[in-house]
């Protein structure tokens, strides 16, 4: 997926991506580009479609690859697996992992996308101050005290 939207931008293109859902995509974006999310040039937008964009960071241009269900259809164990039409335990894994290998790009559909470059959230942290009580550096917009001394933390 990673590589068919990667043809579709010019040579030396400086490039970010969205990624559609937070499942597996960001992983091979991160391996296959210099796109991190440590780096901010992933962006992770939950709405659970297994599609990805690469996009020019400066015009916004680029493509998306997704997963193209009427393709889907004439692979049915990828289909039964993708859809979960059937629990794991009826799934034929080695008849899965197959499938996946003969099918390769071939249930994938890729087309043009034009992303709204300021619609795209910045990870800017801003201000930074010492938390009163724990006395570790936190982003000042969180307000008076850091996150984690607001509870937002799991720690016991
Ligand atoms: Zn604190």
Known sequence: ????ARKQLPEGVLFEAI??????????????????????????IHVGRYALTLYDKTTGKGARVFVDA????????????????????EQDSG?????IEDAGTGLLGVQRAVVDISRIAKTKIGPVSLCPKCGEAYPLSDGGLCGGCLGRLPYV
């Open 19 to 44: 990624c559609e859902t937070g499942v597996c995509l960001p992983d091979a974006v991160q391996l296959l580009t210099p796109c991190t999310l440590g780096n901010g040039r992933i962006h992770v």
């Open 95 to 99: 008849r899965l992992l197959a499938e």
């Open 70 to 89: 009427v393709k889907l259809a004439a692979w049915p164990e990828i289909n039964g697996w993708f859809l979960k039409l059937k629990p794991k335990a």
């Open 1 to 4: 997926m990673v590589e068919m």
